[in-house]
């Protein structure tokens, strides 16, 4: 578990607490939930830094307990967060509370609200969670001019002719122009993404910009956060590959799906996994869509951990059997029951 960073403006010796946290949100908390945003309040106020495990220990919780807390008020509205590649959280930011011109309590990113992040480096970038990806604008000959005129262009094109074993061509040369400039990867941060996918034996340009807009969307912005986010990556691919019954390395829409899981999405694991065991009960084939079904439906009803999708599950069925019962013991309304005297009918046949 990665050490969060925890920056503040500095610690004025007390806590202020929100009257609207006290009276409209703390009464819907659990217990775990409120002690949570109280220690994220009290430590916001100075530079500090701190594991999962550590508000674990302090509370005598679980991690999963802390986590599951941190997604409730990321649900309610009180703060944001971050995920890397494997879907470990990454970066938390806190929101200020005010009350809105229409008189409702909302929760609202405040200027000066403090910052919490999760890095595997001091290097990190505070940067809001999952931005959404630039487009690849239609880049014209004399953008691609202008961009081999830069200083140090010669150097990367000649190195990425290296790496890939071929000359790069002008569509080539338009993603590494959206790389550097739109995705805001510097060279080294480039050298190491060819590396890496030809690491993997891909040298399309097509799975290239695949991985950068993944690590964009990551948040990751320095060698160090790759290389620590591809290694954990790596074995949770590994797994969810595994699992839905693939082997080698993942396609480019294959990567797109774990991605979007792991990163858009935010789920654990664990609940990539569960997700992948259900698909593979229920069909032989494309079973990356249908494990996409399932976890963007799971996402869109707001669940983030296991036992959330289990009670949900578990209410979905006994509805349903309830539903089943209720037709089966019921008549339509117009149709009215009736009794016969079958001894009576007996005589009337026997006289006649």
Request: aromatic content about 10%; proline content about 4%; hydrophobic content about 35%.
């Amino acid at each position: 578990m990665s050490r969060i960073m925890l920056t503040g403006d500095g610690n004025l010796g007390s806590t202020a607490v929100s009257n609207v946290f006290i009276d409209h949100y703390m009464k819907e908390a659990n217990d775990a939930q409120i002690k949570v945003y109280l220690y994220l309040l009290r430590n916001s106020g100075s530079d500090s830094s701190f594991e999962i495990g550590d508000i674990a220990d302090t509370f005598n919780h679980t991690e999963k307990d802390v986590i599951r807390s941190l997604k409730y008020w990321e649900k309610e509205g009180l703060l944001r967060l971050r995920y890397d590649l494997t879907g470990e959280i990454c970066g938390i930011t806190l929101l200020g509370i005010r009350k809105e011109d229409t008189g409702e309590e909302k929760a609202v990113a405040a200027p000066a609200a403090p910052v919490l992040s999760i890095v595997p480096s001091i290097e990190e970038k505070k940067v809001p969670a999952h931005p959404p990806v630039p487009e690849k604008p239609s880049y014209s000959a004399d953008d691609l001019r202008a961009f081999k005129a830069e200083t140090r262009t010669e150097e990367l094109i000649a190195v990425t002719e290296s790496y890939l074993a071929k000359t790069i061509s002008p569509s080539d040369l338009r993603s590494l122009l959206y790389i550097h400039k739109e995705l805001s990867f510097d060279f080294e941060m480039l050298d190491l993404l060819l590396q890496y996918c030809v690491s993997k034996n891909k040298r399309s340009f097509n799975y290239i910009e695949a991985v950068a807009v993944s690590w964009f969307q990551q948040g990751i912005k320095t060698p160090a956060q790759a290389k620590d986010g591809i290694a954990r990556y790596e074995r949770t691919t590994f797994d969810i590959m595994a699992a839905l019954g693939k082997s080698g390395t993942p396609t480019i829409k294959e990567t797109e799906f774990i991605s979007r899981w792991l990163g858009t999405y935010g789920f654990d694991r664990e609940v990539v996994l569960a997700a992948c065991e259900r698909t593979v009960m229920k069909t032989e084939s494309d079973r990356f869509p249908y494990a996409e079904g399932i976890l963007s439906k799971w996402h869109e009803q707001g669940l983030c951990t296991l036992a959330e999708i289990e009670t949900a599950e578990e209410n979905y069925r006994k509805a349903k059997q309830a539903n089943t019962a209720c037709k089966t013991n019921s008549y339509p309304a117009s149709y009215q029951k009736s009794t016969y005297d079958f001894a009576a009918l007996q005589k009337f046949i026997n006289e006649n």
